[in-house]
């Protein structure tokens, strides 16, 4: 059973920083594009960064590019999104999941991405 666990979040104020961290399971994480997610109350989910296995592409939604940064370690199956300059409106809970490369994927929504964690919830306030 492939499983992601997300850790990291947490309450910040404006302008701090966070990195989450997002464990995979039952499952290598090498051959899978794996995407950070969000979703704010409200609202409907959307894509905050992909990074494909071989760590050489990433993409990134405009709010977040220059801001945030995904990297993953598949030696130890887990990936991270180190978030700086935070703002209150990156408040959410924040999503990993897993999409088998050449399987067909869109980051921005994350259509084709699968074995969703249970998010950790970052809020940023002040």
Not at 80 to 99: I, N, R, W
Request: glycine share 16%; net charge negative.
């Amino acid at each position: 059973q492939l499983q992601f666990v997300e850790s990291g979040g947490g309450l910040v104020q404006p302008g701090e920083s966070l990195r989450l961290s997002c464990s995979a399971s039952g499952f290598a994480l090498d051959g899978y594009t794996v995407g950070w997610f969000r979703q704010a109350p409200g609202k409907e989910r959307e894509g905050v960064s992909c990074i494909d296995s071989s760590d050489f592409m990433s993409w990134y939604r405009d709010s977040a590019k220059g801001r945030f940064t995904i990297s993953r370690d598949n030696a130890k199956n887990t990936a991270f999104l180190q978030m700086h300059s935070l703002k209150p409106e990156d408040t959410g809970v924040y999503f990993c999941a897993a999409a088998l490369e050449g399987g067909g994927y869109v980051c921005s929504g994350g259509q084709g991405f699968g074995s969703w964690g249970q998010g950790t919830q970052v809020t940023v306030s002040s």
